[in-house]
């Protein structure tokens, strides 16, 4: 199956909601406390419905996840609203990969695949009829079981967003709303379920939100102290929830400058000293805010670029030094720019060496030898049929870069 057939059919009026809509998400896998069975605090009430109707008015209309399996490999898992769900994985750890294969199964958004404790991957995804379901390996490397339910089949908005706790559980968070219209109803709330015991069984959803919020893509991570955070950006505000105790402290943080220009969730880093770093393209830029101090308080939003982008996705060097990509929707490049040095100061905004024009950042993923890989997708002319590239360090944290190949 060549990328170009995986793709095919998937660009349609690509206006920025559009494209954006296109593009990758990467999962970040972290380690996170227990998970709390409570909900404390408040959200104040949403907006007015249609207040964020037009950001959220264009479905996905593909996208990629790249993980690291318990055997140092690569897999990419891209989805396309007309040809499912196809992946393919390095047939040894960074080494060459495999064409492209269909995975089972019938799915009406991007999909989530962390990894368990035991090295074997998981697969969450909204399923046909608007539950959440999941499928696992059922070895390290090995083939997915068949998919079951993980909500009874209430709907959700998009995929669940999932990480893992400091015990190895694996906690999934989704919005039980269908997010038709771009409005959650009164009585749809986002919600939380997690393993039992590490790659086990799931508890039943619990609460989260006491009120419902306007559809949005849910930012989840770890801090170092074991506490997990998430973020929801609709257009209208930023909801927060962090971890206290067996509690939840939910908060309305300052949101980025200019409209999300993106329906895939901010991306994660985590600095070599543990604070964690948020990344969110805008209208007015890309932005980024930080932990001051690990696990702590946030700083303000900051412009990293004034490149107005479609989608943004970051790695961390083996020398600890974040380097983030993203895509401008004027140009149709893919630009990066890294840390300095652990935790410091920027470098300008330079295009990726034969990232070439019509190419979008979709993800970036660390190989088992410590080499970055960032995944590029590039639509033909036609702006419907479209490939998925890859380029990777040659060494780690030094580089050069690779020239831009397509995957099989």
């Not at 909900?39 to 207040?51: C, H, L, N, R």
Request: one cysteine or more; aromatic letters at 12%.
């Amino acid at each position: 199956m060549k990328a170009n057939q995986v793709l095919q059919g998937c660009g349609q009026l690509l206006t920025r909601a559009a494209r954006a809509a296109a593009l990758a998400a990467i999962v970040l896998v972290a380690v996170c406390a227990q998970p709390s069975q409570a909900a404390g605090g408040d959200w104040p009430a949403p907006p007015a419905p249609g207040a964020f109707r037009a950001a959220a008015a264009a479905s996905p209309q593909q996208g990629v996840q790249i993980v690291r399996g318990g055997d140092g490999r690569l897999e990419a898992f891209c989805w396309c609203v007309y040809n499912g769900l196809k992946h393919t994985y390095q047939v040894v750890p960074n080494g060459p990969w495999v064409p492209w294969e269909t995975f089972p199964g019938s799915f009406i958004d991007v999909p989530t695949v962390i990894s368990n404790t035991d090295g074997r991957l998981e697969l969450f995804a909204k399923s046909p009829t608007g539950g959440a379901v999941h499928a696992w390996q059922m070895w390290v490397g090995g083939p997915f079981s068949a998919f079951a339910s993980l909500d009874a089949g209430a709907p959700v908005y998009k995929s669940p967003a999932v990480t893992r706790n400091a015990d190895g559980r694996l906690e999934a968070f989704y919005q039980n709303c269908t997010g038709a219209g771009g409005v959650c109803a009164a009585s749809e709330r986002v919600m939380h379920t997690w393993q039992v015991s590490p790659g086990g069984a799931w508890s039943s959803p619990v609460q989260l939100s006491p009120v419902a919020i306007g559809p949005a893509p849910i930012t989840v991570f770890s801090n170092v102290n074991g506490t997990i955070e998430l973020y929801l950006f609709n257009g209208t505000g930023l909801y927060g929830a962090k971890q206290t105790g067996v509690t939840w402290t939910l908060s309305t943080p300052s949101a980025p400058p200019g409209a999300p220009t993106s329906l895939f969730p901010f991306s994660v880093a985590t600095n070599l000293d543990g604070r964690v770093e948020l990344f969110a393209p805008t209208g007015s830029g890309l932005f980024h805010r930080w932990q001051t101090t690990p696990s702590g308080a946030w700083s303000d939003w900051y412009v990293l670029s004034a490149l107005t982008t479609d989608n943004v996705t970051a790695g961390r060097n083996a020398d600890g030094r974040i380097e983030v990509f993203s895509s401008t929707d004027a140009t149709w490049t893919t630009w990066h720019v890294w840390q300095n040095a652990p935790g410091a100061g920027w470098s300008s905004s330079v295009p990726l060496p034969g990232g070439g024009s019509v190419r979008y950042a979709a993800g970036v993923a660390t190989n088992a030898d410590s080499r970055l890989e960032v995944f590029l997708f590039e639509f033909n002319a036609d702006l419907v049929s479209g490939n998925l590239y890859h380029s990777w360090q040659q060494n780690p944290s030094l580089g050069p870069w690779s020239p831009v190949f397509p995957l099989p």
